[in-house]
T-cell receptor, first 115, second 115 residues
Framework: AQTVTQSQPEMSVQEAETVTLSCTYD???????LFWYKQPPSRQMILVIR??????QNATENRFSVNFQKAAKSFSLKISDSQLGDTAMYFC????????????FGKGNQVVVIP | ETGVTQSPTHLIKTRGQQVTLRCSSQ?????VSWYQQALGQGPQFIFQ???????GRGNFPPRFSGLQFPNYSSELNVNALELDDSALYLC??????????????FGPGTRLTVL
């Protein structure tokens, strides 16, 4: 079974600054998908960014970017120009590209953006 | 396009009771996955339904069961409730693919409290 590990359970960042969240995972698969989800206090799980393992280029979505290191099984998220609306729990998740495509989540990182 | 909806939003039950949670999938989706998110944890995969049949199950006992209906909506049933069943239950819908990305879209969740 895949395991996803997130450390640094809570992080604070000043508005407009940059914060980086770490994620490591364990798998024997060669191809897979990785995701970062955001869960604000409203509880809705929102997809932030995804990465396909066979793509070497790091994914970017506006202020969000990832650093994907396949050999190290590392997948970090960088939030640039932090905004108050970025305050949320952030979950790293792993998915195999076949079968029932279940998501395996880490325990999450709480990010608090301070005005 | 209608998103994933869940009902009820909150409910409180006592130990030993039974509960049914409901999920309506996003328009065009034929697969529903259920996750349990305990307080302070990441979501854990319970099971998935595709074509009205269970299509994979996580490490949950048989008292967790489900249904999928012809309109692709789904129910999660939990019998003999235990205190540890208190959690946020998330439903996610997707379009099934044998291989490739099966992106899941989450509902707002049902908060279950067992007393």
């Amino acid at each position: 079974a895949q395991t996803v590990t997130q450390s640094q359970p809570e992080m604070s960042v000043q508005e407009a600054e940059t914060v980086t969240l770490s994620c490591t995972y364990d798998t024997s698969e060669s191809n897979y998908y990785l995701f970062w989800y955001k869960q604000p206090p409203s509880r809705q799980m929102i997809l932030v960014i995804r990465q396909e393992a066979y793509k070497q280029q790091n994914a970017t979505e506006n202020r969000f970017s990832v650093n994907f290191q396949k050999a190290a099984k590392s997948f970090s998220l960088k939030i640039s120009d932090s905004q108050l609306g970025d305050t949320a729990m952030y979950f790293c998740a792993f998915m195999k590209p076949y079968g029932n495509n279940r998501l395996a989540f880490g325990k999450g990182n709480q990010v608090v953006v301070i005005p | 396009e209608t998103g994933v909806t869940q009902s009820p939003t909150h409910l409180i039950k006592t130990r030993g009771q039974q509960v049914t949670l409901r999920c309506s999938s996003q328009s065009g989706h034929n697969t529903v996955s259920w996750y349990q998110q305990a307080l302070g944890q990441g979501p854990q995969f319970i099971f998935q339904y595709y074509r009205e049949e269970e299509n994979g199950r996580g490490n949950f006992p048989p008292r967790f069961s489900g249904l999928q209906f012809p309109n692709y909506s789904s129910e999660l049933n939990v019998n003999a409730l235990e205190l540890d069943d208190s959690a946020l239950y998330l439903c996610a819908s997707s379009s099934y693919r044998d291989r490739g990305l099966n992106e899941q879209f989450f509902g707002p969740g049902t908060r279950l409290t067992v007393l």
